[in-house]
Structures are given as C-alpha cells and as structure tokens.
C-alpha cells in the first residue's frame, strides 16, 4: 500500500447507510446469525479494488460474519476516524498511519492485541516481524495495531540515463562489490549533471532524509527520544552532503522544481537518474514500457555495506468498543497473515510483506530484478522514531524548517538548532 500521505490519491467517497458505520452493530442483511462488521483504509482506485475483493473473498469464506469496507479519502483521514471515535460509531477495524499511531495509543481506543497473537487461525508472534517495522503500533511489550504491509526505502535508478553519463557499472553491481558509498555515488550524479540531467531528486521526507543519518552512522534522536541531530556530527554531516550538493548542482531539491515535475516524473521522463522512494512506485515504472531501471539499498558513508535505511508503514488495529473482539482480530489475522499479504500484493503490488516469513515471493514479481533488496531494507531497516509521533504536527515542523536548508536560504547546523528549538516548543504546548 502506497504510504507516504504526500503521494496517496484521494479516493471518492461511497454513500453508505448509517448502519453501515456502526460499531459490531447487529444484523442487517436479512441473513439470520449473520453478525456485520467494518473496516475502513485509504487508498488509490486500484488498491481499494484490491481491497473489496479481498473483503467479498473473506465474507464468501467466512459466512457467518459480513464485513464492510468504508473507505475514507487520505485527506483528512486521521480527522475523520478520530471523529467516528468519539461519536461511538468507528469501524471495528481500521488502517493507521505510522506518524498517527502514538495518537490512538495515547487516546486508549485501541485494543491491547498481544494476548490475541496466536489465538486465531493462524499462530502469529510478535516476532514474525523484525522489530524495526513496529515504530509506534509497539509500546513496551504490548502491539497496538500489526502492520500488514511496508515500504523499504531503496534509490531507484534509470539505465538509460546513467549509460549516456558515461557510467559503466551499474549501482547494484558497485553495491556487490563493496563500492556502494557517498563518494562513489557523488561521482555519478556528477557525470549525470555534465549531461544536463539531475543525478538525484532530494525529497523532503523523514524516510528520506533519516535514511542518509543513518547511512551516515548518524543519530537523529536519542534512546530517550530526544532530538540531537543538532548535535550529533554524523547527523549534521549527513544534511550538509545533501545541501553542498544540492548547491553544485549533483542533486536537485524536489522542492525547487516547477510544478507538475515530481520526481517519479522526472524520473519517467529520463530527466533524472536517481529517485528514493519505496515499493509504491514499482507499478507505475513497470507500467512505462519504454524505462530501463533497477534499485539499490542506500549508498553509505562508513565503510559498512549496509546500514538500516527508513520504512514507511501503516498499521491494522481494533476499535477498542467493538462488540466482537474475537471477529476483529480473526479479520486482522488472516488480512496480516501470509495468505492476507499474497492476495493483496500478487500481480503487481506496491508494498512489501511486513511479515517476515511465507509471502516474500510477491516482491519477486515483474521488475525489478533486485527484489532481494526489498527484503533487505524490511529486516534491517527502522519505522517513523516514536518520539517524533508522539507530538501533533511535528513532522511537518521539521519538514519547513528542513525546507529553508534544502533551498539555501539557511546553512544545517542553524537550521538544526531551529528544529531542535522548535520540537521543545510543540513539547511544552501540547504537554
């Protein structure tokens, strides 16, 4: 499922009947014994498509319960199911975003489903998924929600693009050899400009940019949850590359171009060689018959191979009023089980399989051929850092601050400490 808000398509809203919103209400279908039940996510047309069916298939297998699917544009989602919450007319189940997760935690709407794992048909554990993909749904020993699906950051790039550079080996092959690093990858994005091309399109993203700290060896927050890439070396050496290059023109600021050149079209459009983005973009790269591309893990900077790069994620929780417990999670278990996850990401799917076991082979399909790099990033990659969930809005402070940087209208470290300055003041207005 597509996961960054900034990318996911509204989706137009079904007129439903009030019933239809109502928490484990009672039968209304006319089946007799048939117990009725909802769920709600965002998505793009094809992945609410992909969602129905999923929903008929489950009620055609399950007859003795009927389930709903509501869906609910991106645009404002957190607003609306927080309403329906409070109004006491919630899905009994329902997709979270990986920056609202601490939000619904904190309001104690969600039900505790660690005694739940392994209750249902299919014997789960919290440790059938790595432990970075948790971010916010984990709070101690206890889940607050299971993620179905994820997304591993990776640099895709275009063929076609790097070949007339010049650049005869590709990333994956320089990757295998151990030449994966920030010097390397400078190199090319610079053989790239000479051509009149972009070598990399700079995203103002926490997955984006906490992936080059961490590829750096770099901090942004510490265990505690403090904010210290404003003082952490490796952090500001990270955002100092990005803005030195950005500055000689190796990389370009996605938010310095025209309107309507994004990155992915740029990318399309053999204007770029370098995009990071996760597995959303696959299904409209491969649809483009006439683009040559490939991933990559991130490039790093400390003579490691690899290093841990972001994860966007979403979430499957229980509304903690549901009359049926028991049906709920059964739903979340099959819909986060190994079968759940081939039948929503087979044949072109744009996510990769949270679950670390049993349904790797959907990432294999099509291009790219790299899909070992998928799984890479999911074990060894980290979710959106608790700490930055936790207060309302942060995420898009740090993001305009960052923006100031990324444009040149302010050097790093000023820009850190102003980051740093202004999460202290959301801390003390919302606490």
């Excluded at 444009?407 to 102003?418: C, H, M």
């Amino acid at each position: 499922m597509k996961l960054r808000k900034k990318r996911m398509v509204l989706v137009v809203a079904l007129v439903l009947s009030s019933t239809a919103t109502a928490c484990g209400h009672d039968d209304v279908s006319g089946n007799k014994g048939v117990i009725n039940m909802t769920w709600s996510t965002w998505g793009n047309p094809g992945e609410l498509k992909r969602f129905f069916q999923l929903t008929d298939d489950y009620n055609r297998t399950h007859p003795h319960v009927h389930w709903t699917l509501i869906p609910v544009p991106a645009n404002g989602y957190l607003q609306k199911i927080q309403t329906e919450l409070v109004a006491g007319n919630a899905p009994d189940v329902f997709y979270m975003g990986d920056g609202d997760m601490s939000t619904y935690v904190k309001d104690h709407v969600l039900v505790n489903l660690t005694p739940l794992l392994g209750t249902g048909p299919y014997p789960h554990k919290i440790s059938d998924w790595p432990s970075g993909v948790w971010g916010a749904a984990k709070q101690g020993k206890n889940v607050y929600g299971l993620p179905p699906d994820i997304n591993p950051m990776v640099m895709y790039f275009n063929k076609t693009v790097l070949a007339k550079a010049g650049v005869k080996t590709s990333p994956s092959q320089l990757y295998k050899e151990g030449k994966w690093n920030w010097k390397t990858f400078q190199l090319i994005c610079s053989k790239v400009k000479a051509t009149g091309k972009y070598g990399y399109i700079v995203d103002n993203a926490w997955n984006t940019t906490y992936s080059w700290v961490s590829a750096n060896g770099g901090q942004v927050y510490d265990s505690q949850g403090n904010f210290i890439a404003n003082k952490n070396s490796k952090a500001i050496q990270a955002f100092e590359y990005l803005q030195r290059n950005i500055k000689n023109g190796n990389f370009v600021y996605s938010g310095s171009l025209p309107k309507g050149q994004g990155d992915d079209a740029m990318f399309m459009s053999q204007q770029a060689a370098f995009v990071a983005a996760g597995r959303w973009l696959a299904p409209e790269f491969n649809a483009d018959k006439e683009l040559n591309y490939d991933i990559v893990p991130w490039p790093t900077n400390t003579g490691n191979k690899n290093e841990p790069a972001g994860i966007a994620a979403a979430y499957v929780g229980i509304n903690k009023p549901t009359k049926n417990v028991k049906l709920a999670w059964d739903f979340v278990d099959y819909f986060c089980s190994a079968p759940g996850v081939k039948f929503r990401l087979s044949n072109g799917g744009n996510a990769v399989p949270a679950l670390s076991h049993g349904a790797d082979q959907v990432v294999s399909e099509g291009k790219p051929a790299h899909a070992e790099f998928w799984l890479q990033g999911r074990n060894t990659g980290f979710a959106i850092p608790k700490a930055e969930t936790k207060i309302p809005g942060v995420s898009l402070v740090i993001t305009q601050d960052l923006d100031l940087a990324f444009l040149g209208k302010q050097d790093i470290k000023t820009t850190l400490n102003q980051v740093a300055a202004d999460i202290q003041r959301a801390k003390q207005n919302n606490y």
